[in-house]
């Protein structure tokens, strides 16, 4: 069975940064593509970027310039370093994973952003 574990979210100061991990394991073909969805208290889960496997990575508005997404073919695993942070951030981000066709998701990190 495939997983998806995320790691790296905590609080951090309006202006500071954070480095988002997710590690898919289990048993795995191909991954076609993977990215990030987030939750503000009282909203709706919003896209926030993907990183296509062999394309080019895309974000949403709120983010770009600030947010970059990698990954590290060999472990199965993306990364999304998050600077310049502010309170409008704070969201519990979820990761998720198109494997074999099938679409996988994290547990989900909390990302605060407070002074």
């Known amino acids: 069975q495939v997983q998806l574990v995320e790691s790296g979210g905590g609080l951090v100061q309006p202006g500071g940064s954070l480095r988002l991990s997710c590690a898919a394991s289990g048993s795995i073909l191909r991954i076609n593509a993977m990215g990030w969805y987030r939750q503000a208290p009282g909203k709706q889960r919003d896209w926030v970027a993907r990183?296509?496997?062999?394309?080019?990575?895309t974000y949403a508005d709120s983010v770009k310039g600030r947010f970059t997404i990698s990954r590290d073919n060999a472990k199965n695993t993306m990364y999304l370093q998050m600077n310049s942070l502010n309170p409008e951030d704070t969201a519990v981000y979820y990761c998720y994973a198109v494997i074999d066709n099938q679409v996988y998701w994290g547990q989900g990190t909390q990302v605060t952003v407070s002074s």
């Open positions: 990183a296509p496997t062999g394309g080019t990575a």
